[in-house]
């Protein structure tokens, strides 16, 4: 079912600020869900997959984001696939390794450098993008289908909300 998405903008201002953020997205992941964290180096994605672990029961030192490792599956009451593309050139590539395979997974799939891969994501796929403003400020942009279920987040992430 294809739906509307809704935009939000968030101000964070350091790194509690987005691992909260990131926990209120993570209450509003059903299964099957994918979501697309977009951002340079350094701008938040992985801290806000520790974020959303944390949402889904996973220890946040489990998520973590080593040199050469693509995917990694983390078992848990809604299962988390945590994928970084940064390592790949293309859609292609993630293909040939058997990415369409993962997406959508079982439980929550994450996404990071999300842009690399786009033929290979869902249409209805979360986007999470992320844009460093300060030396500890991010904006974090969220496009999330406008469903009920994501109106917790909403409410739980209203002080961060920067309109737009
Ligand atoms: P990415 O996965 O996008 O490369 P990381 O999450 O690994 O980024 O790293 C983000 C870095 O930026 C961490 O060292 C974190 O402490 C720092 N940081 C500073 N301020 C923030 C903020 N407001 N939100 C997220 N990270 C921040
Ligand atoms: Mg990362």
Same mark, same amino acid.
């Given at each position: 079912?294809?739906?509307?998405?809704?935009? &939000?903008?968030?101000?964070?201002?350091?790194?509690? @600020?987005?691992?909260?953020?990131?926990?209120?997205?993570?209450?509003? &992941?059903?299964?099957?869900?994918?979501?697309?964290?977009? =951002?340079? /180096?350094?701008?938040?994605?992985?801290?806000?997959?520790?974020?959303?672990?944390?949402?889904?029961?996973?220890? %946040? $030192?489990? !998520?973590?984001?080593?040199?050469?490792?693509?995917?990694?599956?983390?078992?848990?009451?809604?299962?988390?696939?945590?994928?970084?593309?940064?390592? /790949?050139?293309?859609?292609?590539?993630? $293909? *040939?390794? =058997?990415?369409?395979? &993962?997406? %959508?997974? @079982?439980?929550?799939?994450?996404?990071?450098?999300?842009?690399? !891969? *786009? *033929?290979?994501? %869902?249409? $209805?796929? !979360?986007?999470?993008?992320?844009?460093?403003?300060?030396? $500890?400020?991010?904006? !974090?942009?969220?496009?999330?289908?406008?469903? %009920?279920?994501? @109106? @917790?987040?909403?409410?739980?992430?209203?002080?961060?909300?920067? =309109?737009?």
């Amino acid at each position: 079912m294809m739906c509307d998405k809704r935009h &939000l903008s968030f101000s964070s201002e350091s790194p509690e @600020d987005t691992l909260e953020i990131a926990r209120a997205f993570g209450g509003a &992941l059903h299964p099957g869900d994918v979501v697309g964290l977009t =951002g340079d /180096l350094g701008a938040g994605k992985t801290l806000f997959c520790k974020g959303v672990g944390e949402a889904l029961g996973i220890p %946040p $030192d489990r !998520i973590v984001s080593p040199t050469f490792t693509i995917v990694t599956e983390h078992a848990g009451p809604v299962p988390l696939t945590h994928i970084d593309v940064y390592r /790949l050139s293309n859609a292609r590539e993630a $293909d *040939e390794i =058997g990415m369409r395979e &993962l997406l %959508p997974g @079982d439980g929550v799939c994450l996404v990071e450098w999300a842009e690399k !891969i *786009e *033929e290979l994501l %869902p249409t $209805d796929c !979360i986007q999470v993008t992320f844009t460093i403003s300060g030396d $500890d400020r991010r904006e !974090i942009a969220v496009a999330a289908p406008d469903l %009920p279920r994501f @109106d @917790d987040f909403r409410a739980r992430s209203q002080r961060f909300q920067s =309109g737009g």
